[in-house]
């Protein structure tokens, strides 16, 4: 007896079934945005050295870089290739060791140095990449150090038997690591690219040598600034301002 059209049809699709079977749709992978990508380095060892984001050629996003252990080392964060926002460092251990408040691409802000700790030990202020004035750095027992060097001035006045008068730089606590600038501190912060620096410095004391001719005289001020590295390797900035008035008759 011949079986009805729509049960022979019934009979056809469960085969037609059976021999493919049925597949849900496979999850959504996670699209990357239009010409980003993540370009990372490796030590010999095989170890995340760094991971560098990118966006259209352009340095843009996190930018880490790894010990060899595989603990983060720093962070950094880049817009348009340009660090933007605080950029940290860290200890092996995972503390903080440092943050350093960038804006296009220069340190703008106060940095910030930790202990291994994770104590607060210093504060060190920037301004449009310039090392400023305000250096606060903290003892073991987070009490804020108080007693800086200042710069002591003598002068040695030569100009009868060489027609030369010397002004003579020293720091206060006889650092060694100092550098010394004639101008002035632009904004009241840095020091300015106009400031002429002294050549002549030996083991922290510098010389200023003024020639001056018979006939000659000087009435001014001048104003003195040093740069002095701190037993933290900060740099503190401390000026002076001395009134120089000679004559060579």
């Not at 870089?65 to 950094?76: D, L």
């Not at 700790?117 to 004035?133: I, K, N």
């Not at 027609?163 to 600038?181: N, W």
Request: net charge positive; proline share 4%; charged share 25%.
């Amino acid at each position: 007896m011949n079986k009805p059209v729509w049960l022979r049809c019934l009979v056809i699709i469960f085969m037609l079934q059976s021999c493919f079977p049925y597949k849900s749709p496979a999850p959504e992978k996670q699209q990357e945005s239009p010409g980003y990508h993540v370009k990372k380095i490796y030590y010999q060892n095989g170890a995340l050295h760094k991971e560098i984001a990118y966006a259209y050629g352009s340095q843009q996003g996190m930018a880490k870089e790894y010990y060899k252990s595989g603990k983060i080392f720093q962070e950094v964060m880049y817009e348009n290739n340009f660090r933007e926002g605080v950029a940290r460092r860290y200890f092996e251990s995972g503390v903080v060791s440092q943050e350093t408040p960038y804006h296009l691409n220069q340190m703008h802000g106060v940095q910030k140095r930790y202990r291994r700790s994770g104590d607060l030990m210093a504060e060190v202020p920037y301004y449009e990449g310039h090392l400023c004035t305000g250096l606060k750095e903290y003892t073991i027992d987070g009490k804020l150090k108080q007693r800086y060097p200042i710069i002591e001035v003598t002068t040695v006045d030569q100009i009868k038997d060489s027609a030369t008068y010397t002004i003579r730089l020293r720091m206060s606590d006889d650092s060694k690591g100092v550098e010394y600038f004639v101008g002035d501190l632009s904004e009241g912060k840095y020091i300015s690219m106009e400031a002429s620096r002294v050549t002549d410095v030996k083991n922290g004391v510098g010389e200023i040598n003024i020639s001056l001719p018979r006939g000659s005289y000087v009435n001014e001020k001048v104003n003195i600034i040093a740069k002095v590295k701190t037993s933290q390797s900060n740099y503190y900035i401390t000026q002076s301002e001395l009134h120089v008035a000679i004559e060579n008759r």
